[in-house]
């Protein structure tokens, strides 16, 4: 039998959480540690009462004192401590193995940089985190022996396709990494039709299971252009090096295109237990309970260019990755506060892209300082007022 595996999971009331949960329930040797989530106090009293983590707190303080009050009338023996606090005790108590870093957005940059600074077994499911700031976060885990281990499904595939691992495997054998997108629910819907679309059709994604920000983020294509800067620091590559493609059957994860003309690609079933395991047992693997296929199941496998007319955000991470420095955190913070602004009915689809094209133009304005990407309290001021002038923007 494996190791015992001490896990922390940040983010635990959502889909990632769902699926970390699953593969944990399979498998006795992986313990659920703690727990943090926003405010469903109800699921995680549940997620308490048959797993007994050590922590469990919840980011809203009135839904914190509900759990609170709850696992005290339950006698659960798990502690429930104010969220700063869980989320140092989750991310850096020595019995800790593995922190699965699931919350959304930039929310989930402390926790990150807490993981990352204790040597912690990082499963990074918060792309937003090495958008922001992931020089310093690489950084850090240099300096304390942290290891990333990617469970975004596309990162977690290239991940796999290389033989060895980077660094282990010399950039100069890569030609090009490929990210492989869905299309999100419009890939075919007429351009003229875009400015009708609603929340409920955008959170319809027709192959994965997710919650509302990122949906959104797949249905305009940012997802995968955050992936792209993602995958440029997780994997040490130039920007050039790194693209992407439709793929509309999401059975094909990634590929990994190398200089002697050869790709190697992960298949699979549209499933995130299969990269949360990964993360888990790398560099073994296991059984993860999800659906058999066989070949033939895959039947015809389509790939086609991503349309810059229809997915203007794709475009608009690229130049953001390129630009460097600020420009991915700008890029974020905008688009986090255009997404809510959509879900709340305040903006239409394409003003999505219109609202971050906007603020990118603007970010030679805010006088950012190269130096203060490597001090987590610059980083987030630095978002704060990002998001406070598109925020001010939206409201004229």
């Known amino acids: 039998m494996p190791d ?28 659920l540690q703690s727990i943090v989530a926003q405010k469903n106090w109800q699921k995680v009293l549940q997620i308490c009462q048959h797993h007994r983590p050590q922590y469990a707190a919840l980011a809203d303080p009135a839904a914190n004192n509900q759990l609170r009050q709850a696992l005290t009338q339950k006698n659960i023996p798990t502690i429930c401590p104010d969220y700063e606090e869980a989320i140092i005790l989750a991310t850096q108590a020595p019995e800790v193995d593995t922190v699965v870093a699931a919350i959304t957005g930039a929310a989930g940059l402390p926790g990150v940089f807490s993981a990352a600074n204790a040597g912690k077994r990082l499963a990074l499911a918060n792309k937003e985190a ?34 060895n691992h980077l660094p282990q495997t010399p950039v100069s054998q890569i030609k090009k990494i490929w990210l492989t997108a869905s299309g999100g629910p419009f890939r075919d819907l007429p351009l003229a039709d875009f400015k009708d679309i609603t929340p409920a059709q955008a959170i319809a994604h027709p192959n994965w299971e997710m919650g509302k920000k990122i949906s959104i983020d797949s249905a305009t294509m940012m997802n995968k252009g955050l992936e792209l800067i993602e995958a440029q620091h997780i994997f040490d590559i130039a920007p050039q090096a790194i693209d992407a493609v439709i793929h509309p059957q999401s059975y094909v994860h990634s590929f990994v295109e190398y200089i002697d003309g050869s790709f190697l690609a992960q298949l699979g079933p549209p499933d995130m237990r299969i990269p949360i395991a990964y993360a888990f047992s790398w560099p073994e693997r296991l059984t993860t309970g999800t659906q058999k296929l066989t070949p033939m199941d895959f039947g015809k496998l389509e790939f086609a260019p991503i349309c810059n007319q229809r997915f203007p955000c794709f475009e608009l991470a690229k130049q953001a990755m390129q630009t460097g420095g600020w420009a991915p955190l700008v890029l974020n913070a905008a688009n986090e506060i255009a997404v809510d602004a959509f879900l709340q009915n305040q903006i239409s689809f394409p003003e999505i892209s219109a609202v971050v094209e906007k603020t990118l133009a603007k970010s030679a304005a805010f006088g950012f300082q190269t130096t203060d990407i490597q001090d987590i309290d610059a980083i987030m001021h630095m978002d704060t007022i990002v998001r ?9």
Do not use: F
Request: charge should be neutral; proline fraction near 4%; aromatic fraction near 2%.
């Open 4 to 31: 015992i595996q001490n896990i922390a999971l940040l983010g635990g009331s959502g889909s990632i959480g769902d699926s970390t949960l699953s593969i944990i329930d399979q498998h006795p040797h992986l313990i």
């Open 130 to 163: 090495l958008v922001m700031a992931g020089e310093t976060v690489k950084k850090l885990c240099a300096q304390s022996g942290a290891k990333i281990l990617p469970v975004d499904s596309e990162h977690n595939a290239i991940y796999q396709c290389l033989p």
């Open 388 to 396: 406070n002038w598109t925020s001010a923007r939206l409201s004229k």
